[in-house]
């Protein structure tokens, strides 16, 4: 049971209020709907650009991940930006702010009341507003509890209603549940114009911001973001990054690189499998940063076609950096590490691999792939095995394995 405001409908046939305005697009000045900067380069690039003025943007995220440190230096870069905390008192912020930027000025309203934030976001006219968060704003029209489904839903669209009338642009928190997923209504997701989701594993300092809807840009986009005692630092060059490991440097089997994108940002990073012998009835499958049904898929390709006894065999594969991959343009590398690994064969340095790989073994062909060959070589890659070069699985296993 949803609890909802009950609103009156006009007589059929009648009519109720002045007409409605019709907006002719040419009178539009570019003024209008310009973006702001929020002079962090990851995130300007997460917002196709920067923040649109009179957008409502949503960004979830585990808890401790670091949604409101993120927030908070972006609060302290635009002047004038008004700190909504449902959560935590001025005096918890103020710690946040001198840990990221001592003797900082900061606005800071405690309230949970959606109606009083609309009031005070109508007076002083701020250029931002930060909620932190969605599930802590409650109306008095509603008798429910803050949180609830019928409470979001309603909260965030007077919310949406004031920041369309005001042009401010406002940026709401919100909570996940166990499965990953943003609490609350699916409507959410629909009312807002950008959902951004900060993702990363929390025994390691980097976090990546990624663009899952956004109206005014490109989705797919990610940020990378290195997080230590003052807050977030921007990682400019993510490849170097995901590829500073160990096992670069001890070559070991089982280890190959692939060149993927991220919304249009080409980035190289390290799959490493681990193929030994089960115990168990039903050998084990099990990735970390990749989909465990495509790794199925991939495995049951590898023993048809390449003829590799898997059957008896646990695999696990995992992108280090604490990355997901998505794109199929990881399969070529994902598969030349397992065969590294169950062969226990060193793959040639200075390898990466692009390339989807289908069901009767080819390799196919994924898009940008100039881009990702440059970005491998401006790393010191001189060796680069795509579908340009190769036609089979088999043929790519003979040009990499040393």
Known sequence: MVEEIESTTPPKGGLRGPRAEIIDLSKIQINDYKKLTTKIEEFDRCLGGGVVLGSIN????????????????LALNIENTLYVAGEESAQQI???????????????????????IITTITQIKPVLVIIDSIQTLETQDLESIAGSIGQVRECAQRLQKIAKQTHI????????????AIAGPKALEHMVDVVLSLE??????FRILRSNKNRFGPTDEVGIFEMDDYGMKEVQNPSKIFLDSASRRINAPGSAVAAILTG?????VEIQALVTRSSLPTPRRIGSGIDNYRLQLLVAVLQKRLGLPLYDQDIFVNVTGGLKVVEPAADLAICQAII????????????VFIGEVGLLGEIRKVRSIEKRIDEAKRLGFNKVITSQNVKSLADAARLSID
């Open 58 to 73: 949503l960004i979830s995220g585990d808890p401790g991940i670091g949604k409101s440190t993120l927030l908070t230096q």
């Open 94 to 116: 103020k710690l946040r702010t001198d840990r990221i930027k001592p003797n900082v000025k900061l606005l800071v309203l405690n309230e949970t009341d959606v109606d009083m």
């Open 169 to 180: 642009p406002i940026f709401l928190v919100g909570h996940v549940t166990k499965e990953g």
């Open 200 to 205: 990363g594993d929390l025994t390691t300092q």
């Open 264 to 268: 249009l940002r080409p980035i190289l």
């Open 340 to 351: 590294s690994s169950f062969k226990d064969k060193v793959i040639a340095p200075k390898t």
